[in-house]
């Protein structure tokens, strides 16, 4: 199939639910410290939080007509047979412990207040759905709004705001329920998926790539270095970012590194953790994508996933802190992962386009990734 060509109506799904947007941390916190000390409590309730983006995404998707030629339904919350498969039965017995208990820290920068527990389940759910319609043929391809986000939980401990694996707990799930043998997970959150990479580290049907910024968080985490051991030697990448690196460099990385060892890997569901904070505008990364780079990154994998013969992807929700600017950036990638389009501008693009980079940093970007291709043995995508 062309993938240029526009998927018929209702060909795509949302996956979504209002109550998850009622996720809070619990505590008042300010890029993601909690206020108190010298940090003065916040005007509007709240410093850094996911919800308020992906409510004004449904808004703007609701507003330009993109709803209405999309199949929006919720979902059932994880089960806790299907949590299991990744997370610790203790860990989560005293998430659930705590969340009846009015919430409190679960981990590392991991706050939640009263009933997480339920809606991070939900949020687990929504991810496990759009998999399995994705994988059922009900539809070709599913994004699932997740909040709270999913990518930096580990097997018995939360971490940066996500409590449950949402990712990891849909591929099992497909894995182990509906016959998938060979999943790969792109994740372009500005933050490494040290949560992802780690459950899957050992296991060579579980391919886990990772784009950030080097260094950010969790600190000295996500180096080109960590490549997965024992069995799962090569089923993982980390394409480290320099800081301020903006859409020629990611698409430059794309094509050089993560598209050809997709291609390479086959897999037979393509997942993509799709966070938002490598925009221009986020307050926890310091990256200068705009709306366009999401759309083609998204263009570019639902040209892989149709290479690959089945056309299947399926993306999730992670992390974009921007309000104003996640819906543009969010909505670009919906259009491009559907083939469906609206009247929507991005007014704010054509002044990122205008701050170029110099030529020295984009020599320096692209000496780093030509070096890491060759390592890892890769033909450039083109
Ligand atoms: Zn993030």
Redesign the pocket.
């Known amino acids: 199939m062309n993938p240029e060509q526009p998927l018929s109506k209702g060909a795509s799904a949302f996956l979504f639910d209002e109550r998850c947007l009622w996720f809070h941390s619990g505590q008042a916190s300010a890029l993601a410290a909690p206020v108190g000390g010298w940090v003065q409590p916040l005007a509007s309730g709240s410093g850094v939080a996911s919800a308020d983006c992906l409510r004004r995404l449904k808004s703007l998707m609701d507003a330009s007509g993109l709803s209405a030629q999309l199949r929006i339904q919720s979902a059932r919350p994880a089960s806790l047979m299907e949590m299991a498969r990744v997370h610790d039965r203790q860990y989560l017995e005293r998430f659930q412990h705590m969340s009846a208990n009015g919430g409190g820290e679960l981990g590392l920068a991991a706050p939640f207040g009263p009933g997480g527990f339920e809606l991070a389940a939900l949020s687990a759910g929504l991810a496990r759905e759009a998999v399995s319609g994705v994988m059922g043929g009900e539809y070709q391809r599913a994004y699932a709004a997740c909040i709270p986000a999913g990518h930096h939980a580990l097997r018995d401990q939360a971490m ?1 705001s996500t409590l449950l694996a949402n990712s990891a707990i849909a591929v099992e799930h497909a894995i182990v329920e509906l016959g998938a043998r060979r999943v790969a997970i792109v994740d372009w ?3 490494h998926g040290n949560g992802t990479q780690s459950l899957f580290y050992e296991r060579d049907d579980v391919f886990t790539v990772s784009l950030h910024q080097e260094n950010c ?1 969790p600190p000295g985490s996500g180096g080109a270095d960590e490549r997965g051991s024992g069995e799962g030697l090569g089923a993982n990448l980390n394409i480290a970012l320099l800081p301020g690196c903006g859409h020629a460099q990611y698409l430059h990385a794309m094509e050089q590194l993560v598209v050809p060892a997709l291609l390479r890997f086959a897999p037979d569901l393509l997942v993509i953790g799709s ?1 938002y ?1 490598a925009s221009t505008y986020d307050v ?2 310091h990256m200068q994508l705009h709306s366009g780079t999401f759309r083609e990154m998204t263009r570019l994998m639902v040209e892989v996933a149709e290479r690959l013969g089945h056309g299947r992807l399926v993306m999730i929700h ?2 974009g802190y921007s309000d104003v600017y996640v819906p543009f950036c969010a909505i670009a990638a919906i259009e491009a992962l559907t083939g469906l389009s609206t009247d929507v501008r991005d007014p704010f693009i054509d002044f990122i386009q205008q701050q170029c980079l110099p030529e020295d940093f984009d020599c320096l970007h692209r000496q780093r990734v030509r070096l890491q291709a060759q390592q890892l043995g890769l033909t450039p995508f083109s």
Do not use: I
């Open positions: 940066g959150d500005v933050h968080f966070g904070d926890l990364g992670e992390g």
